[in-house]
């Protein structure tokens, strides 16, 4: 060990280790010579060689990857994609792992982070496949790829650098069959946004370096799939951005091609359902609709409340609150806020409004303890929370606990297969008196 050199592992060093249950973030946890180790690329149970590929604050954990697989699970498969694996394609996590324990995984992940960061033990956690993918494969109808010097296609994890692809494999057709894998890239283009909707032909946005300003959760919100991009390359446009269509049952949406919507074909049909179930909206209720979007929730309660009652969809992204007021339609009783969630909570309760239900689909961030807070003293009879993180999840479910708002029902959907992402739908009442 040199003097500059802290103890422990170093970028490079590969060890033999044995390894233990999943964690959130696409990883297991090893252990070598009391250092942590969070592996990439194995399963619970499995001998593998790990290469570090980087170190945590003052060493006291490593990020690897499982560049050799010494005594294998039971659940391990061989990746259907060509691209995926250590030191290659950062889109997906879990290529090497069967479809059902892939959904085990994930919800013992929410089982644990509900538990240690929610202090909610014992929750019945099954992670259900979303209906519109093939196998886990073909699902992923809005693709951001990047231009590299040698072609079109996706970053290495952790890395700016592109790795070109022939296919995508967690793509929708559409996407992939809008040939943008199989030519080169406009020049002086950074990146290709692809959309194929459930109406319609796809769309191809050329995007180019440069700031387009803050994009808001309605307007800009991506999930799952890391890697498309390095963080924090500003991109905008080139020329104008198409408008395209969404079918949701016997609704249809207006949303910008860069815009944020469900890229599962089956996403969005799937969460409007389980709200409307467990929210069960009566004639003349009134409905706050939190980071709204679009309006995906804000118009199926607007008609479940009819017009002696009152839905408010608020939205921070002035263009996606534009639309979501487009695809309200005629229902004065329904109304649209571009305002940020915080401030909009605030004022309701400063006013002594109250709110008979509440929904909120956040970032990854979560809503936070002071939107919780708020929504709690809104004396909702019923809260649905829509997650795309269940670490966020677990930190805002403990905080509405300390408000009187307990957990009653949770469901897990793999909406993002192959990769460690999870949707999860948490259904919060009153506690009981």
């Not at 170093?10 to 696409?26: L, Q, R, T």
């Not at 650098?161 to 996407?175: M, N, Q, T, W």
């Not at 199989?182 to 032909?201: E, F, I, K, M, Q």
């Not at 300390?402 to 948490?426: K, S, Y």
Request: charged share 25%; net charge neutral.
């Amino acid at each position: 060990m040199t003097a500059d050199r802290p103890p422990g592992l170093a970028v490079g060093d590969e060890v033999v280790v044995d390894v233990g249950a999943v964690a959130h973030g696409g990883h297991c946890v090893a252990r070598h010579e009391g250092q942590v180790l969070f592996v990439r690329h194995t399963l619970p149970g499995e001998r593998v060689r790990a290469r570090v590929t980087g170190l945590g604050p003052r060493g006291r954990f490593a990020h690897a990857d499982a560049v050799e697989v010494l005594e294998a699970s039971p659940h391990r498969v061989a990746p259907p994609c060509p691209y995926a694996g250590p030191g290659r394609c950062g889109g997906c996590d879990l290529q090497h792992v069967d479809v059902a324990e892939q959904r085990r995984l994930k919800a013992a992940v929410v089982r644990e982070q509900l538990a240690r960061l929610g202090g909610v033990a014992d929750v019945d956690v099954v992670c259900e496949p979303v209906p519109g993918d093939e196998e886990g494969l073909r699902w992923r109808t809005r693709v951001e790829f990047a231009v590299g010097p040698d072609g079109v296609g996706l970053r290495r994890h952790r890395s700016h650098e592109v790795l070109p692809l022939r296919d995508c494999l967690i793509a929708a057709p559409g996407v992939v069959g809008t040939g943008v894998l199989d030519r080169a890239a406009p020049r002086g283009v950074a990146a290709l946004d692809v959309v194929a909707p459930s109406v319609g032909d796809p769309v191809v946005v050329p995007l180019v370096a440069g700031d387009e300003g803050a994009r808001g959760r309605g307007g800009g919100r991506r999930r799952g799939g890391g890697g498309r991009r390095a963080p924090h390359t500003p991109l905008r446009p080139r020329g104008p951005v198409p408008t395209v269509q969404e079918q949701v049952g016997p609704d249809r949406y207006a949303v910008s091609a860069r815009g944020f919507w469900q890229v599962h074909p089956g996403a969005a049909a799937t969460f409007v359902e389980q709200v409307l179930d467990w929210l069960d909206p009566q004639e003349g209720e009134s409905v706050l609709d939190l980071y709204a979007g679009v309006g995906l929730f804000a118009r199926p309660l607007a008609d479940r409340v009819g017009s002696h009652g009152w839905v408010l969809a608020v939205e921070a992204d002035r263009g996606a609150a534009e639309s979501a007021t487009g695809n309200l339609g005629e229902r004065p009783w329904a109304s649209v806020l571009a305002s940020p969630t915080e401030r909009a909570v605030a004022d309701l309760v400063a006013a002594g409004e109250r709110a008979d239900l509440v929904v909120l689909d956040p970032p990854r961030s979560g809503a936070g303890a002071q939107v919780v807070r708020g929504i709690a003293a809104l004396r909702p009879r019923a809260v649905v929370y829509v997650a795309c993180d269940p670490a966020a999840l677990a930190r805002d479910v403990r905080t509405a606990a300390e408000e009187g708002l307990e957990l009653v029902e949770v469901r897990a959907l793999d909406a993002f297969p192959m990769t460690h992402h999870v949707e999860t739908l948490a259904l919060l009442r009153p506690r009981p008196t």
